[in-house]
């Protein structure tokens, strides 16, 4: 008599980038933010689900800071980050495999700075795609009228009907978001247009708007305000 071995849950976070947007001294990650560091909260909320067997952080092979930056963190890293966040993750994905993770086993990435990232989100997220057979995404229907900008003035109102706007978590087998990967090339700006790529629809799975990236300097004052509100 044979047995399955149920599907594990695991946590990686692209952690390489420099945030060139954020108007930072130094990565944006590691900036400080109500008590932590943008990736310090993050972090500590990922830990909070009891579901994610491990959570691996991936850093630039030059990153000297994340152990003080973000001491006691629980999970492991590893100092695998690429030119581009496709290949972040897919060396992270090969970490895990290296580690013990199968290739049924489900992923979650997600962002180092969507830092207001609640555990009852990511539960929510597993508990949608735990049974897909793609797997899916956190994401908000866009609300707004999208225009088109050329030149700096608007060329073309966009219908909003059926749009999404794409967060983080983003759900997927290992196995299957590795070959995505490998077959979409570093111009991917998010896990789930390599799972498109391929010709499969990720499950969407309303998320907050709270669940924003924090990109721009005036993010940190908003992101500021609510965790301090939580606190």
């Not at 850093?59 to 581009?84: H, I, T, Y």
């Not at 797997?135 to 999404?164: C, I, M, N």
């Not at 309303?206 to 993010?219: H, Q």
Request: glycine share 10%; charged share 25%.
């Amino acid at each position: 008599m044979t047995s399955t071995q149920p599907s594990l849950f695991y946590a990686l976070v692209p952690c390489a980038g420099v945030g060139s947007r954020a108007g930072t001294v130094g990565p944006k990650q590691y900036a400080r933010l109500a008590g932590s560091t943008v990736v310090g909260h993050t972090l500590a909320a990922l830990s909070r689900v009891k579901r994610l067997h491990q959570v691996l952080v991936v850093l630039s092979p030059e990153d000297d800071e994340f152990e003080w930056q973000v001491p006691g963190f629980p999970g492991w890293v590893c100092r695998k980050g690429g030119a581009s966040r496709a290949e972040s993750v897919a060396n992270g994905l090969a970490e895990l495999i290296a580690h013990g993770a199968t290739a049924n086993d489900w992923v979650l990435v997600h962002d180092a700075a969507r830092c207001l990232i609640r555990p009852e989100w990511v539960d929510a997220l597993i508990d949608a795609c735990a049974g897909d057979e793609v797997g899916g995404l956190l994401a908000l229907p866009v609300p707004d009228t999208l225009k088109e900008e050329r030149e700096g003035r608007v060329s073309l109102t966009v219908d909003r009907a059926r749009k999404w706007q794409a967060q983080t978590p983003q759900m997927f087998r290992i196995g299957l978001l590795r070959q995505a990967l490998e077959g979409a090339g570093a111009q991917v700006t998010d896990e789930a247009s390599a799972i498109e790529a391929r010709g499969l629809s990720p499950r969407l799975v309303t998320g907050s708007l709270e669940n924003f990236k924090v990109t721009y300097a005036n993010d940190f004052d908003l992101a500021e305000r609510l965790l301090r509100t939580r606190a």
